[in-house]
Nanobody
Framework: QVQVVESGGGLVQPGGSLRLSCAASGNIFSINAMGWYRQAPGKQREMVAGITNGGSTVYTDSVRGRFTIAMDNAKNTVYLQMNSLKLEDTAVYYC???????????????????WGQGTLVTVSS
């Protein structure tokens, strides 16, 4: 069974920084991509940033230039460095692992996606 666990959330003042981490665990052969999503109170979940195992990245416009996503393929871990945080960045941040290959009875099985439980980021003065 594959799990992803986020860490690093907390309370920070506007303009401050936080670093989120997400580790995928289990009998994993490979992960195609990992990403961060967030859901603010009363709003739909949105994609924040994503990265493939080849290093290609994508960001939502509101965080581009402030957030940086990085992935350690050997550790099946993805990071989100968040700088210049704003009040509107307050949300629960969720980690997603996409297209996870695990050993199967005949070769490999693919798990389409795995979600973490989320970590709360609160930006407040």
């Amino acid at each position: 069974q594959v799990q992803v666990v986020e860490s690093g959330g907390g309370l920070v003042q506007p303009g401050g920084s936080l670093r989120l981490s997400c580790a995928a665990s289990g009998n994993i052969f490979s992960i195609n991509a990992m990403g961060w999503y967030r859901q603010a109170p009363g709003k739909q979940r949105e994609m924040v940033a994503g990265i493939t195992n080849g290093g290609s990245t994508v960001y939502t416009d509101s965080v581009r230039g402030r957030f940086t996503i990085a992935m350690d393929n050997a550790k099946n871990t993805v990071y989100l460095q968040m700088n210049s945080l704003k009040l509107e960045d307050t949300a629960v941040y969720y980690c997603n692992a996409n297209r996870v290959l695990v050993p199967g009875t005949e070769g490999y099985d693919e798990i389409v996606e795995v979600w973490g439980q989320g970590t709360l980021v609160t930006v407040s003065s």
